[in-house]
Structures are given as C-alpha cells and as structure tokens.
C-alpha cells in the first residue's frame, strides 16, 4: 500500500536530514578546534582526545548520509552490485572502528579530568603521552573492529535497511561473542565517567570549602561537558540493546530507527556541549566572523 512505500522514503530523508546538521556541527567544532590551534602545547592536552573524539563521530555520521540514509530510502545499498559485499563490510567495519573509538575515548577523556583535577600536580596525562595514548587508541579501536568483524564465529553488526537502524547478523545456533566484547567495553565507558565526575565534583567541593575559595568554573565546565557526553552515550547503548526486545514481533519497523535517531543524539551531543559550553570553541567562531585573530 501507499503507506508502507512511503515509511522508507520518509525514514531515508529524516536520517538524511540528521546526518546533514550533525555532520555540520562536528565540523564547525573541527574548524573552529583547528583555527584556534586548540591541540598545541599552550592548550590543554584535553583537546587531542576531544578532537579525535568529535572526529569519530563525523566518521560515524558521513556513513549514515552517504550510505545509510541512502539505504533507508530504497530499503537496499545503493552500491555497485558486482563489489557490494565487500563495500558493505568495509563500511561495517569503518563504522565498528569509530564506534570503539569513540567508547574508548570516554573512557580516557575521564580518566584525564580525574588526573588533572585530583592529581594537580602528578604530570600523568602530558602532552606527548596523550598524543602516544591517541595514537594507541586508533590502533586498538581498529584490532578491536578487525576482530569483532572477521575473527569471531558470530556476529558481525551493521546496519539493516528494513528496520532503519543497527543489528548483529545472527548466526543460527551460533553464539554471539561480539556481544560479549561489547558490553563490558560498553559498561566500563559508563562507569568510568560516572565514578570519575563523582570524585571530581566532591574533591573539587571539598576543596573550595576548606580553602573558601571560589569554585574552578572551568574545571566544573569540563566536567560538565565531559559527563553530559557520557550520558548521553550510555543511552544510546542501552537504547540498542532494549529497543529490539521491547519491539520484537511489531510489524511497524520503523519504529526501530528510534534508536537510530538516539544514536544522532549522542553523535551529536559532543559537538553542541562543545558549541554551547565552551569558552574557548566560541571564541574561535567569534575569531573566524570577524576575522580578528584568536587572543
């Protein structure tokens, strides 16, 4: 029927849609990162994990508009049919890749603010470690997708056309051992903020009052960006795992791009907190408008 050729086309233009303003966000965030010089020596080494974190997620979201929005609208890839198998697990595999990335990356961006704020003056995250701690990351998230993808019997996820969002490609009577991979990681980058921004807020309270001193806004104002990150991180995650039992046995599919759009929600969080909540990203667009130098 009419509606049911409709769904699809509605679906592929609203993911089509997302992936055009969150794509141009983490851009904006990129560029103004980039004007502002922000990963150099006389900024916080915090901004090369950031960076490289808002870079993910501009990975993760240039999938969904050049493939997956695509693939939503005409229910299949729309890729050369003589190599589509093979595009198709190299896109799953690049999308793996970011998506650890970006696990990763909360993981050690907490473990920084808890270091810096708690540690003050024990030089754990310095500028070179960070930048070998990056570079490590990239290496691991990659191991990480490569195997989950090629080495283990069961499963590879990619992204499934027919019901807009996210799945394992089940094997009958094979146990998914990717899952078994992924949620400790998922769990431990949920944690790790959690317990870190906890201790960060009360040292940081403790301190002022037995100092009376003023609060360190911008110290708060990392955390505060750092945690709302996490957030919303853990509701995606959570999101891709409830949102198919919760729905199992519905034949209004659409239904599952919810997670999809929860999904843009975290791709594109860590680009608004970023553009909202920070002094010095703001500063750079200012710097870029009026084509006055960043002070």
Known sequence: NNTSVLIPHVMGIIIGS???????????VLVAMFHAKLWAE???PVYILSGNLILSDAIQISLHLFFFAPAAFAQTFVLPEFIKPQ?????????????????????????????VVVFPHVSIFTRN??????????????????????????CRITFVPRVYTYS????EDVYNYSAMVDLPLNSIATLTPLISYSVIVYVMNRANKIAGLEPNKKEYAFAIQF???????TVVWV????????????????????TTCFAFCNLT???????????????????????????
């Open 87 to 115: 595009m198709m697990v190299g896109i799953d595999l690049v999308m793996l890749y970011a998506w650890y990335f970006q696990t990763l990356s909360h993981i050690f961006v907490a473990l920084n603010r808890l270091a």
């Open 269 to 295: 969080s860590n680009a608004i907190v970023f553009l909202f909540n920070n002094s010095e990203i703001r500063n750079s667009l200012r710097s870029l408008r009026s084509g006055v130098p960043v002070s």
């Open 227 to 233: 945690a709302i990150m996490a957030a919303v991180y």
């Open 18 to 28: 997302l992936s055009t303003i969150s794509l141009t966000l983490n851009i904006t």
């Open 129 to 154: 470690r960070v930048i070998g701690l990056t570079i490590a990351q990239h290496v691991l998230s990659m191991t990480m997708s490569y195997v989950a993808q090629f080495e283990l019997p069961c």
């Open 168 to 171: 394992y490609l089940r094997k």
């Open 239 to 258: 999101t891709i795992r409830v949102f198919p039992k919760l729905l199992r046995g519905t034949d209004k599919m659409f239904l599952y791009g919810i």
């Open 42 to 44: 006389k900024h916080s």
